[in-house]
């Protein structure tokens, strides 16, 4: 089974960046597509940003011009840098491989790793 470990969250202050990794332990990393999802507080798990298996982008709207998504196939690791954060960007953010279905994305599998918690305060 593949296993997905996220890492780079913590507390930073509006406005502020922040990077986050996710490294696989799939062995075709780079033919997958990759994504990252969010949990606020009390909420479902939302995608927020998707990167195809050639890195192309696809950002939801709660991403668009403030995140970046990447990848480093050699490393099996997907970023995400997230620019001028914003106290609702708070939550455990998980990354999942994806694929797409009718317009849309779905993970491909329902086992999802720990997560790594974002939290925007001052």
């Known amino acids: 089974q593949v296993q997905l470990v996220e890492s780079g969250g913590g507390l930073v202050q509006p406005g502020e960046s922040r990077e986050l990794s996710c490294t696989s332990s799939?062995?075709?990393?780079?033919?997958?597509?990759m994504a990252w999802y969010r949990q606020a507080p009390g909420k479902q798990r939302e995608l927020v940003a998707v990167i195809s298996s050639s890195g192309v982008p696809d950002y939801r709207d709660s991403a668009k011009g403030r995140f970046t998504i990447s990848r480093d196939n050699a490393k099996r690791t997907v970023y995400l840098t997230m620019n001028s954060l914003k106290p609702e960007d708070t939550a455990v953010y998980y990354c999942?491989?994806?694929?797409?279905?009718?317009?849309?994305?779905?993970?491909?599998?329902?086992?999802w790793g720990q997560g790594t918690r974002v939290t925007v305060s001052s």
């Open positions: 999942q491989s994806v694929t797409r279905y009718s317009g849309d994305y779905s993970p491909n599998s329902d086992s």
């Open positions: 799939g062995r075709v990393f780079d033919i997958i597509t």
